[in-house]
């Protein structure tokens, strides 16, 4: 039985035509892993301000953590019918069409979608390494992340760390270390400075020690991160990183129930099975029965 908000009844009550009070409580329901609540509160809060793009992309959002991916688009295209230019809209359409393993309608999407320095476009670097070209976005996002004015360590390191995986995928292995390390030394001094933040700084040092070619460290890491997390519905998201760096060194028993488990999670970015066949970081899981299985689930 699901544990109402404290508190929201007599909220909703108070105030049931204030679009604030509705996304409040659409968010207290989203960290307590409540989607199918959060759902309804967003779409209502939308309903009484029709025109809150944030309100829009969240609800896509919501959409798109609980795997209805057709919802998640009817969303995004309403969103577009008030903003055509939206990039946010673009992108959040790119995303859910290569998490169906659309990479066709993702690229007829990017072809529209240019970086600035609030928003990468990082989406474009997904897109790249699905297709099997992590080179040709190395010069896009090496440009962006110059011109970048980003001042928090942690945020950084992803970018840096998303570099690495450009750099590594290409084959460029010297170039990835030194990016990897810039991101393991930010992070180390992260570490210190925002011990709040312990449990997202473990899990990107985590995939720096992966791409540095350390899995042993790279684990250690990830589990710190699982056992620091507060938030439930955060906790899938690094155990799906402990799935990708266990795959990445080669280790199926590790992996494999971790992935069979999250591919019927909510959670945020969630994996899928087209993702499984186009990933590289399963590369070494490929032929495996039990892997192959999952990355064919969706088969009809």
């Not at 992260?190 to 790279?218: C, F, H, S, T, V």
């Amino acid at each position: 039985m699901t544990t109402k908000v404290l508190g929201e009844a007599s909220l909703r009550a108070s105030l049931p035509n204030n679009a604030d009070v509705l996304e409040g409580l659409g968010t207290t329901n989203e960290i307590l892993g409540h989607w199918d609540e959060a759902r309804v509160l967003l779409d209502q809060a939308i309903k009484l301000n029709p025109r809150d793009r944030r309100l829009r992309l969240r609800a896509a959002w919501i959409r798109e953590v609980s795997r209805d991916f057709q919802g998640a688009q009817q969303c995004l295209d309403e969103g577009l019918k008030i903003w055509p230019d939206s990039q946010n809209f673009v992108e959040g359409k790119a995303w859910v069409y290569q998490a169906l393993g659309k990479l066709d309608e993702a690229d007829a999407l990017l072809k529209n979608v240019h970086p600035t320095k609030e928003n990468p476009a990082d989406t474009i670097c997904r897109q790249a390494v699905l297709r099997g070209q992590p080179a040709s976005a190395i010069p896009f996002w090496q440009n962006w992340l110059n011109q970048s004015e980003e001042s928090s360590p942690t945020i950084r390191s992803a970018h840096l760390e998303l570099l690495g995986d450009l750099q590594r995928l290409s084959g460029n292995v010297a170039a990835a270390t030194t990016t990897y390390s810039q991101a393991r030394d930010t992070l180390e001094r992260a570490l210190k400075d925002e011990p709040a933040n312990a449990d997202w700084i473990y899990g990107r040092l985590a995939l720096a020690y992966a791409g540095l070619g350390d899995g042993q460290r790279a684990m250690t890491f990830i589990d710190k991160a699982i056992t620091a997390t507060k938030i439930p519905v955060d906790r899938f998201h690094h155990e799906e990183r402990r799935a990708r760096i266990a795959a990445r060194f080669g280790q199926a028993e590790v992996a494999i129930p971790i992935l069979e488990r999250l591919l019927h999670t909510a959670y945020f970015d969630p994996i899928t099975p087209a993702l499984l066949r186009l990933d590289p970081d399963f590369d070494l899981l490929r032929g495996d029965p039990r892997f192959e299985k999952l990355a064919h689930s969706d088969d009809k």
